[in-house]
């Protein structure tokens, strides 16, 4: 009689949760459809291996003589006859792209470009870790498990960075303000929803803004440890730039992303009409980094982790110099 009670009463236990286990899957499910996916670390980001797959450097003369614990140096001209890297299934043409006009600025007066940094900390190789030319085992320095990777000195992180390419812009007559907050300072996690709400509220404070440039330092390497510093080939100690592109769709919402890809190829444009090999192509994917917020919304890596600042900042100068030739 025993057994008969308690399997009764394991029954109806049964059958009394079973609803509610049910009805949490479907609101978790239904939680998760009504959310926008949350924006990746740039860290995160996959690059198409074929694409940038490291192959040895036909410089070295040999087995590499790095010190233990320490990851050679090598140098990459990364630009392509291509203008997209495409990673998406979207298929893009450019041409009509390219016919699209540029944000139009109303006043002179007021500020029309807006740059800001996601991940303001982010710096470069120290001059003694990263070479200007090869050593004698063709390496271009090494790069170590200490190297520096972020500081809070904005006087060799991204906001020196910006503050360069901004004062390009004025030197061409173009006015610009620049967010020197480093929004990664304090939560890298909340970098992008951090940098959110500073744009909204400089786009709310100056409505003359029609471009806002998010500039930011890229980080390659290979499988063995490798570190990649981008160089432009036909510029004196140049590091290269990449600008980042979204798109529409696998979950992410981002309805006027073919805009801000015309700007990103117009741009990308006056960099190849006056030095060749500054800029890598286009990397487009299935996010949006912000780029939503306005149809003028570019995102732009200076250099990587192994260029050093002066190679980076000579591209965010001449970076700055296209970006003003394409406006007028």
């Known amino acids: 009689m025993k057994e008969k009670i308690k399997t009764v009463k394991s029954f109806i236990c049964f059958y009394m949760t079973l609803p509610l286990f049910v009805f949490m899957i479907l609101s978790t499910g239904i939680r998760a459809l009504g959310e926008v996916p949350a924006e990746k670390a740039e860290s995160d980001m996959e690059y198409d291996m074929e694409e940038y797959e490291i192959l040895p450097s036909e410089n070295i003369r040999g087995e590499a003589s790095n010190p233990d614990g320490t990851f050679p140096i090598i140098i990459k001209d990364l630009s392509k006859d291509y203008d997209i890297l495409n990673s998406t299934d979207e298929v893009v043409d450019e041409a009509t792209l390219l016919s699209y006009p540029l944000p139009s ?45 972020r500081t809070t000195d904005t006087e060799n992180n991204m906001i020196a960075i910006g503050e360069a390419f901004c004062k390009v812009l004025a030197e061409n007559g173009i006015q610009s303000i620049q967010c020197r907050i480093m929004h990664d300072k304090d939560d890298y996690n909340s970098a992008y929803s951090n940098s959110r709400k500073s744009i909204k509220k400089y786009l709310e404070k100056y409505p003359s803004i029609q471009y806002v440039i998010d ?20 510029l004196e100690e140049c590091a290269q730039v990449m600008l980042v592109a979204g798109c529409n769709g696998k979950g992410v919402v981002y309805p006027d992303w073919e805009s801000n890809l015309s700007l990103a190829l117009k741009y990308k444009e006056a960099m190849d009409n006056k030095y060749p090999s500054l800029s890598r192509p286009i990397y487009l994917r299935y996010s949006r980094y912000n780029l939503d917020l306005t149809t003028g919304s570019l995102l732009l890596e200076v250099g990587s982790c192994a260029n050093t600042f002066k190679e980076a900042l000579k591209a965010a100068e001449l970076a700055a110099e296209c970006f003003a030739e394409m406006l007028k």
């Open 105 to 149: 600025a109303t006043s002179k007066a007021e500020p029309v470009v807006l740059v800001v940094h996601t991940h303001g900390t982010e710096c470069y190789a120290d001059e003694s870790e990263s070479f200007a030319s090869a050593d004698q085992d063709g390496y271009y320095g090494f790069y170590t498990t200490k190297s520096q990777t």
């Open 215 to 234: 500039i930011h330092r890229d980080s390659l390497g290979g499988d063995g440890g490798e570190k990649i510093k981008t160089m432009a080939s036909e």
